[in-house]
DNA sequence: AAAATTATTTAGGCATTCCTAATTTTTTGC
DNA sequence: GCAAAAAATTAGGAATGCCTAAATAATTTT
C-alpha cells in the first residue's frame, strides 16, 4: 500500500477527516486556517493527494475535499498514534489533558507500529483519549459515538460528559475548572433560546451559568431515564 | 541560539560528534557512508553549517570537520535525548536491546525538554543506556570514561564490560549469546598477536575463542588489583 | 617524480512544501 | 440579475536536502 505517507501529508489526511466527520467536504479555507498554512498551499497539495496512486483524497475544484477509503486508513492511523500518545502521556508519564497535544502531535508522525502496540497493550487498549476522543481501533475501525452538544440540551435534560472539542490549553483548563471533563454528570437547568446561555450543574457543584464559547465545547451522552 | 535545527542538521551534528569523539577530524566519506549519503551532500552540508551564525562546525576543505562550542551542545543535546530514549523503551516499554536504536533514532528529534526531563526523571537519571553508551547530563556534560578496546588486553587481565561500539541488531545478539553485555565480568586467558584472535572467559562461562571482529566491538574497564 | 588511484568539491538538477501576487470562480446582498 | 465581496486557483519563486556527473585535489604506487 502506501510506502510512506511524509508528515505533511499526515497531517493534511488527518485534518480532512476531523473537518468531514459530519459529512461535509474540507474546504480549502477550512484546511488552510486549520494546518496553519496558505490557501493555496492547500490548493496545491489536494491537487497532489488527488493524483497520486492511490488517491487519498477525493477533489472537487473549487468545492473541497474528501477522503478515499485509502486515505481514510491512512488518517485514521494518525489518529490512533496521537490518540493513544496522548493518553500514554498522560497515565505514564504524568502529563496534565492541557499538554499533551503539542507532544503527541509531533510523535505521533514518528512512531512505529511496534511502539503503538506496547503503549497500548500498557494502557490496556483504551477507547477514549485524555480529551474523550474515540481512538481507531488497532484495525483502524473509529467506533460508534452518539455524542451530542451540550448546547443542544434543553432546560432539565441531564447528560454525561464524553469529550471536548477543542484541544487548546486555554480551553481546556477553563472546562476543568468548571468541572466539564470525562465521565462528569451534568445537569442542564436553563437553556436560553435568546441568547444561547445556559445554567448547568456539574456533579453536585453550584449552578453555574456558561455561553456558547464554553457550552459549544462539550460533548454529552444524554442519560437515560424520565 | 539556535531557534531549531533540522532533522538533518541533527544528524550531521551527531554523527560528527561520535566520529570526532577521539580527537581527529570527520572526514567528507566517513559522514557520507554513515549518514547514508552522497559524499557531495556532506560537503554542501558541512559547508553551510560552518557559515551560519553561529557557525556549528569548523570545516576545512578536503581536510574535515570538527564541531564548534555551539555545534557540540547541539549534537550532546541530540545524543542525550536519543539515549535516555533507548534506555527507557528498554525499561518502561520492554524492548529488547537490538530493537531501540532505530526508534529512538525518530524520537529524538521530536521530543520536547519536557519529555526529556519526565523520562530522565522516572528512569532516576541513569548514566549510561541500554548498550553501555554515556548519557550526557542535562547540563549538557559527557561525563568521563577509561573504557578501552577488549582487544587491547593482554593475557591474564580481566575487566568489567563497560560498552558496545555497535547498534547494530546482529551484533548485538551476537554479543548476548556470548554474556558480553554491560556489567559482565570477563577474563582474557590469551590474546594471540598474530591474528587478534582471543581466548575469554565471560563470567563463569566455559572460555571461548573470539575474532576481533567481536573484540573490536566491546570496550571495557581493567579490573583493579593483581 | 610521474602516473594512477582515491577523496573531495563544484555544477546543475530534482522533489517537497511552503510563500506572495495576480487571476478566476463562486457566493452574497441588494 | 448584477455588482461587490469572498473563496479558490494559477503562476512564479524560495528554502531544504538530496542526487549524478564532471572537475579538481590529495594520496598512494611504481
Ligand atoms: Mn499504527
Ligand atoms: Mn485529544
Ligand atoms: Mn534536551
Ligand atoms: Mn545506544
Keep these: 500500500?502506501?510506502?510512506?505517507?511524509?508528515?505533511?501529508?499526515?497531517?493534511?489526511?488527518?485534518?480532512?477527516?476531523?473537518?468531514?466527520?459530519?459529512g461535509g467536504e474540507?474546504?480549502?479555507?477550512?484546511?488552510?486556517?486549520?494546518l496553519g498554512v496558505a490557501p493555496a498551499s492547500v490548493t496545491g497539495m489536494l491537487q497532489k493527494l488527488a493524483s497520486?496512486?492511490?488517491?487519498?483524497?477525493?477533489?472537487?475544484k473549487h468545492q473541497g475535499a474528501t477522503l478515499t477509503r485509502a486515505g481514510?486508513?491512512?488518517?485514521?492511523?494518525?489518529?490512533?498514534?496521537?490518540?493513544?500518545?496522548?493518553?500514554?502521556?498522560?497515565e505514564s508519564l504524568g502529563y496534565?489533558?492541557?499538554?499533551?497535544?503539542?507532544?503527541?502531535?509531533?510523535?505521533?508522525?514518528v512512531i512505529s507500529e511496534d511502539f503503538e502496540q506496547r503503549i497500548a497493550e500498557q494502557l490496556g487498549h483504551p477507547e477514549r483519549d485524555p480529551?474523550?476522543?474515540l481512538i481507531p481501533t488497532s484495525t483502524l475501525v473509529m467506533p460508534p459515538s452518539n455524542d451530542v452538544l451540550l448546547s443542544s440540551l434543553r432546560g432539565g435534560e441531564s447528560a454525561v460528559v464524553r469529550r471536548m472539542r477543542s484541544e487548546d490549553a486555554i480551553t481546556l483548563r477553563r472546562l476543568e475548572s468548571l468541572g466539564l471533563v470525562p465521565g462528569a454528570e451534568v445537569t442542564v437547568l436553563v437553556n436560553s433560546q435568546f441568547d444561547g446561555?445556559?445554567?448547568?450543574?456539574?456533579?453536585?457543584r453550584q449552578p453555574v451559568a456558561i455561553d456558547p464559547a464554553v457550552s459549544d465545547q462539550v460533548f454529552v451522552e444524554t442519560t437515560e431515564g424520565t
Aim: a negative charge; aromatic letters at 6%; charged letters at 20%.
Design 1 to 22: 500500500m502506501n510506502e510512506h505517507l511524509t508528515t505533511s501529508i499526515q497531517d493534511y489526511l488527518k485534518t480532512i477527516y476531523t473537518l468531514t466527520a459530519d
Design 26 to 34: 474540507a474546504s480549502t479555507s477550512a484546511l488552510a486556517s486549520r
Design 52 to 60: 497520486i496512486e492511490p488517491p487519498l483524497v477525493i477533489y472537487r
Design 72 to 90: 481514510e486508513r491512512a488518517a485514521l492511523e494518525v489518529l490512533r498514534h496521537h490518540r493513544l500518545l496522548e493518553t500514554y502521556l498522560v
Design 96 to 109: 496534565s489533558w492541557d499538554a499533551v497535544h503539542e507532544e503527541a502531535c509531533r510523535l505521533e508522525h
Design 131 to 133: 480529551h474523550g476522543s
Design 197 to 204: 446561555n445556559l445554567t448547568i450543574q456539574v456533579a453536585s
